[in-house]
């Protein structure tokens, strides 16, 4: 069991509360959308849900790489309604790989890979997959 205060208080920042879903080990949302992560076969599938229908935003090879999608998200939330920009770099970090795929964009980086269906979503996985969950905290809070 991961130590999911990190994640508590992004979401909370983003105006998310923790939810028991059945659909997710772990989730996080409003009465209008969710977040989450579920274990499924060998990888963990990073999820959403709008206005009741679930998807599948991308499938991590860790949990880890999956808590740090999640963190993005709450944190890319958060920006938006502060008005700051992304902080991520327009493309794949630097010795990072990204190629489309049938099933979306795969995403590869430092023995870390995720398929997305969105290339923006494999786009920050490169950024954020192999960096320690305080190091992708405090690179949201840059301005």
């Given amino acids: ?7 508590d208080q992004w979401a909370a920042r983003a105006g998310l ?30 999820i959403s849900v709008n ?6 935003d991308g499938a991590t090879s860790s949990r880890d790489s999956a808590v740090a ?9 958060w920006r938006s309604f502060d008005g700051l920009h992304d902080p991520f770099p327009a493309g794949p970090a630097a010795g990072s790989r ?3 795929v049938a099933e979306g964009h795969l995403a590869q980086v430092n ?12 786009r920050v996985f490169t950024h ?12 949201m809070t840059t301005l």
């Fill in 128 to 139: 954020v997959a192999d960096r320690p969950h305080d190091d992708i905290a405090a690179l």
């Fill in 17 to 46: 509360a923790p939810q028991c879903r059945p659909e997710a080990q772990m989730a996080w949302g409003d009465f209008e959308v969710a977040f989450g992560i579920r274990e499924k076969g060998d990888c963990f599938e990073v």
């Fill in 1 to 7: 069991m991961i130590d999911t205060q990190l994640l």
């Fill in 51 to 56: 206005r009741g229908h679930w998807v599948v």
């Fill in 111 to 122: 023995g870390e890979q995720g398929v997305f269906r969105r290339e923006e979503d494999a």
């Fill in 98 to 100: 990204v190629s489309p």
């Fill in 69 to 77: 999608m999640l963190l993005a998200r709450f944190g890319q939330l």
